[in-house]
């Protein structure tokens, strides 16, 4: 892709991004996210993954990540939301393909236990 199209595609993904926000209806999830206790620990999750996608890097790709993913999501178990046993790095398209396998019950188990087994 070039520079030109490259700086478009970043500034459409924004764009989505801005969109999908404004229509969230889960505000309590939304305070999280802007908390400063979040921030600080996303920082160290991607600090610990050295900002890699840990999904790609077990398949030997070096992808950067973009997403500090709960394994067992906020809406299960709040209080595991800044657990760092809790929590890995993924890029934008892996972080989508595990919330599609989520979808799936038996799916979920096994995508849970593998990235359990990624952070060690």
Not at 35 to 61: F, H, M, Y
Not at 76 to 86: F, G, I, T, Y
Not at 99 to 116: C, P, S
């Amino acid at each position: 892709m070039c520079e030109a199209c490259a700086v478009v595609a970043e500034e459409r993904r924004k764009q989505r991004h801005r969109d999908y926000k404004a229509k969230r209806t889960d505000t309590d999830n939304q305070k999280f996210y802007n908390s400063k206790p979040w921030r600080v620990t996303r920082a160290r999750i991607k600090d610990r993954d050295n900002g890699l996608c840990q999904l790609c890097w077990s398949e030997n790709k070096v992808k950067p990540m973009n997403t500090v993913h709960h394994i067992i999501p906020l809406e299960e178990n709040d209080r595991l939301a800044l657990v760092r046993s809790n929590l890995i790095s993924l890029c934008e398209k892996c972080h989508q393909k595990v919330h599609k396998l989520y979808d799936v019950r038996t799916e979920k188990f096994n995508i849970q236990k593998k990235l359990r087994s990624l952070i060690g």
